[in-house]
């Protein structure tokens, strides 16, 4: 049975030797530390050497259940993970500790107020968009798409799919904006023929005697 320490920053220039500190004191044997986002799993390789090298009846502790995940599903996930290979998860600044029942109630209280923030902050987001609209006020999303950049390199001569590549965009949006432009000059040549007929019509008309 080995103890395990796990610490994380968000940032570069952010430090860790309290939670290294914290985890010696919590008689960690092994600390593993990195400088990364917790929003994702994703590229923390310090974390995911520890969960491919811990085993039945190890246990792995953190200062604050936010150094191991930032959302519910990857606290969940990584719970889940640890619960499969015997390994109990420990936090040095809240009362968890998976090995036992009023650890894992607690952990799962804290998932439940964790989802339960975050969907009031989903609430509160689409109440104050309605209240702009309403406004007048809400713009949306800004355009990822340059238009007019795409416009330029498709009148020097360059093809949707390298416009795409050079914009590091999707083909899909260069075609979106070039058949706009065919749309709203098709349209404008047509009104132009529409005025040239009615002219023409209205010239004829004239000559027959059918207006004054």
């Known amino acids: 049975m080995t103890v395990f320490g796990y610490a994380r920053v968000s940032t570069a220039d952010q430090d860790l030797t309290v939670q290294q500190d914290a985890l010696k004191a919590a008689g960690c044997e092994t600390i593993r530390a990195e400088k990364v986002s917790g929003s994702t799993t994703k590229g923390r390789t310090e974390l995911a050497v520890l969960r491919d090298f811990m085993r039945n009846g190890d246990t792995l502790v953190v200062t604050r259940i936010d150094r191991l995940a930032r959302s519910i599903g990857d606290l969940q996930d990584i719970v889940r993970s640890l619960k499969e290979q015997g390994v109990a998860l420990r936090a040095t600044e809240q009362p968890i500790d998976t090995s036992t029942a009023a650890g894992k109630a607690f952990l799962d209280m804290l998932g439940v107020f964790a ?27 800004k355009p990822t798409v340059d238009v007019a ?15 795409a590549e050079k914009l590091q965009i ?24 529409n005025q040239k007929r009615s002219a023409a019509e209205i010239e004829r008309d004239a000559k027959l005697g059918l207006i004054d």
């Open 115 to 141: 989802e339960f923030e975050t969907n009031l902050r989903r609430e509160r987001q689409l109440e104050g968009i309605a209240q702009a609209k309403v406004r007048g006020v809400y713009k949306g999303r």
């Open 149 to 163: 950049k795409v416009r330029e390199l498709q009148a020097a001569g360059m093809g949707p799919t390298a416009i």
């Open 170 to 193: 999707g083909r899909a949006s260069v075609y979106r904006v070039l058949n706009t432009r065919t749309a709203r000059r098709h349209n404008t040549d047509a009104n132009s023929g």
